[in-house]
T-cell receptor
Framework: AQRVTQPEKLLSVFKGAPVELKCNYSYSGSPELFWYVQYSRQRLQLLLRHISRESIKGFTADLNKGETSFHLKKPFAQEEDSAMYYCALSGFGNEKLTFGTGTRLTIIP | DAGVTQSPTHLIKTRGQQVTLRCSPKSGHDTVSWYQQALGQGPQFIFQYYEEEERQRGNFPDRFSGHQFPNYSSELNVNALLLGDSALYLC???????????????FGDGTRLSIL
């Protein structure tokens, strides 16, 4: 079974402070991990995926298979980072996405 | 490119009725997936259509059915509506086929369905 856990429903961080949004997963095969973001009044959109190993808007995420984690990090938070963040998982060759319950990130000016 | 478009944006139905939601994929995409998002939850996978066939299905009852048309657009049908079917229904499109496995999914704005 596929499962994604985001332990924090709400997270508040001061502008300029580091941000870490936690994501743990459970999957028996080779997982593919994603972070999706939803800004206010906008649709859900892909932020980054682990196989790309990109940094998008200053965010990075490393897949840790030993700890089954895919935490999202940014060294210096900006006000425009306030949004809802969802971690999601799919299996290789299996496009069904399993989402976590999401973390609402609020950046305090 | 308007991206994924869904209609209608809002819908109110009563218990026992039937509903049809529609989705047009992003230009160039041939695979459509449907998700249900209850309040305070992440999206839950309902099913996926590729080449006009249901390719994968999540843990949803047979009351939930779908269709994909030759132009890749898709419909989600829900019969015998229950109060618990009240949710945001999201459509996502991607480029399918084994060659394009696990391509990113692009989401629409969703249809908010309320059951009275």
């Amino acid at each position: 079974a596929q499962r994604v856990t985001q332990p924090e429903k709400l997270l508040s961080v001061f502008k300029g402070a580091p941000v870490e949004l936690k994501c743990n997963y459970s999957y028996s095969g080779s997982p593919e991990l994603f972070w999706y973001v939803q800004y206010s009044r906008q649709r859900l959109q892909l932020l980054l995926r682990h196989i790309s190993r990109e940094s998008i808007k200053g965010f990075t995420a490393d897949l840790n298979k030993g700890e089954t984690s895919f935490h999202l990090k940014k060294p210096f938070a900006q006000e425009e980072d306030s949004a809802m963040y969802y971690c999601a998982l799919s299996g290789f060759g299996n496009e069904k996405l399993t989402f976590g319950t999401g973390t609402r990130l609020t950046i305090i000016p | 490119d308007a991206g994924v478009t869904q209609s209608p944006t809002h819908l109110i139905k009563t218990r026992g009725q039937q509903v049809t939601l529609r989705c047009s994929p992003k230009s160039g995409h041939d695979t459509v997936s449907w998700y249900q998002q209850a309040l305070g939850q992440g999206p839950q996978f309902i099913f996926q259509y590729y080449e006009e066939e249901e390719r994968q299905r999540g843990n949803f009852p047979d009351r939930f059915s779908g269709h994909q048309f030759p132009n890749y657009s898709s419909e989600l049908n829900v019969n015998a509506l229950l109060l618990g079917d009240s949710a945001l229904y999201l459509c996502a499109s991607s480029l399918g086929g084994a060659r394009y496995s696990n391509q990113p999914q692009h989401f629409g704005d969703g249809t908010r369905l309320s059951i009275l």
